[in-house]
């Protein structure tokens, strides 16, 4: 199960910090990712995270550079810490986890077999 907190109303240019607490049989999880869908668009994602070895990150063009994503192994959280956001940033976020299914890549929705119910982040 995945439950995502820290969303609401950001002001533009200010930062956001969501959360994304995993339950269950983590221990299998082997990628977790941020996705985000704005009314009216398809889900895109945002970023991901390896939570083996290094933890390798990768991240979206659009917030490349400005987002930073981290994974508490312990306390099995998904963070994602996004600055300078503005509105195109508006959207539902959701967070995702890949176990032991096809990896199709980690911008690839087909990766994850878990999702969360989503929080909502409106820049305005």
């Known amino acids: 199960q995945l439950v995502e907190s820290g969303g609401g109303s950001v002001q533009p240019g200010g930062p956001l910090r969501l959360s994304c607490a995993a339950s269950?049989?983590?221990?299998?999880?082997?990628?977790m990712a941020w996705f985000r869908q704005a009314p009216e668009k398809e889900r895109e994602p945002v970023a991901a995270?390896?939570?083996?070895?290094?933890?390798?990150?990768y991240y979206a063009d659009s917030v490349k550079g400005r987002s930073t994503a981290s994974h508490d192994n312990d306390k099995k959280i998904l963070y994602l810490q996004a600055n300078s956001v503005n509105p195109e940033d508006t959207a539902m976020y959701y967070c995702?986890?890949?176990?032991?299914?096809?990896?199709?890549?980690?911008?690839?929705?087909?990766?994850?077999?878990?999702w969360g119910q989503g929080t909502q982040v409106t820049v305005s």
């Open positions: 269950g049989n983590t221990d299998i999880i082997s990628y």
């Open positions: 995702a986890a890949a176990a032991l299914g096809t990896f199709y890549g980690w911008r690839d929705a087909r990766t994850y077999e878990s």
């Open positions: 995270i390896s939570t083996g070895g290094a933890g390798r990150s």
